[in-house]
Antibody, heavy 123, light 109 residues
Framework: QVQLQESGPGLVKPSETLSLTCTVSGGSVSSGSYYWSWIRQPPGKGLEWIGYISYIGTTNYNPSLPSLKSRVTISLDTSRNQFSLKLSSVTAADTAVYYC????????????WGRGTLVTVSS | EIVLTQSPGTLSLSPGEGATLSCRASQSVSSSYLTWYQQKPGQAPRLLIYGASSRATGIPDRFSGSGSGTDFTLTISRLEPEDFAVYYCQQFGSSLQYTFGQGTKLEIK
């Protein structure tokens, strides 16, 4: 059974960079046809897809969030079986629960999710 | 960008009743890539239905999905106390982008 676990600081200061890591167990991040996403949920609001990285390292970010797309980097660390999110120049609007999740390229639904981690942007 | 609009925003029902949740897309969506999730407070979303009508592993058969094109429905035939939660539809499109609906809150009447 695949398990995903987010980790990183719970508090980030405005204008700084938010950095989160998702550690995958029970499966390899470099296995064929898997796509590893970051999704966030502001307090009391809905789900917002940030982007994904494929098992071979290609990335795709949400173009409907232009203010986010220019600040996001998702990367893969196959040696540690992890993938990461970096979001630069954060503001209070980036306060959210951040989830990592896995999809299979043939069906594209998120079958496995991490528990989520709350990141608060505040000075 | 494909926009998914879910209705109603909140649905108040009693255990034992049936529930019908709607997800309407701003343009046609492939049924293969229309998904429903359930989210309870403090928890990650849980996969319910994928491919518009296929139940995920372990999902009771009181949950069913249907629809095509721009109109999709999640039906819960007999509500159990544990079914009261927020439900999201999600699509993955030809532009290789995901979008989520805004959610329907199913609350106990």
């Amino acid at each position: 059974q695949v398990q995903l676990q987010e980790s990183g600081p719970g508090l980030v200061k405005p204008s700084e960079t938010l950095s989160l890591t998702c550690t995958v167990s029970g499966g390899s991040v470099s296995s064929g046809s898997y796509y590893w996403s970051w999704i966030r949920q502001p307090p009391g609001k809905g789900l917002e897809w940030i982007g994904y990285i494929s098992y071979i390292g290609t990335t795709n970010y949400n173009p409907s969030l232009p203010s986010l797309k220019s600040r996001v980097t998702i990367s893969l660390d196959t040696s540690r079986n992890q993938f990461s999110l970096k979001l630069s120049s954060v503001t209070a609007a980036d306060t959210a629960v951040y989830y990592c999740a896995r999809a299979i390229g043939s069906s594209w639904h998120f079958g496995f999710w991490g528990r989520g981690t709350l990141v608060t942007v505040s000075s | 960008e494909i926009v998914l609009t879910q209705s109603p925003g909140t649905l108040s029902l009693s255990p034992g009743e049936g529930a019908t949740l709607s997800c309407r897309a701003s343009q046609s969506v492939s049924s293969s890539y229309l998904t429903w999730y359930q989210q309870k407070p403090g928890q990650a979303p849980r996969l319910l239905i994928y491919g518009a009508s296929s139940r995920a592993t372990g999902i009771p058969d009181r949950f069913s999905g249907s629809g095509s094109g721009t109109d999709f429905t999640l039906t819960i035939s007999r509500l159990e106390p544990e079914d009261f939660a927020v439900y999201y539809c999600q699509q993955f499109g030809s532009s290789l982008q995901y979008t989520f609906g805004q959610g329907t809150k199913l609350e106990i009447k």
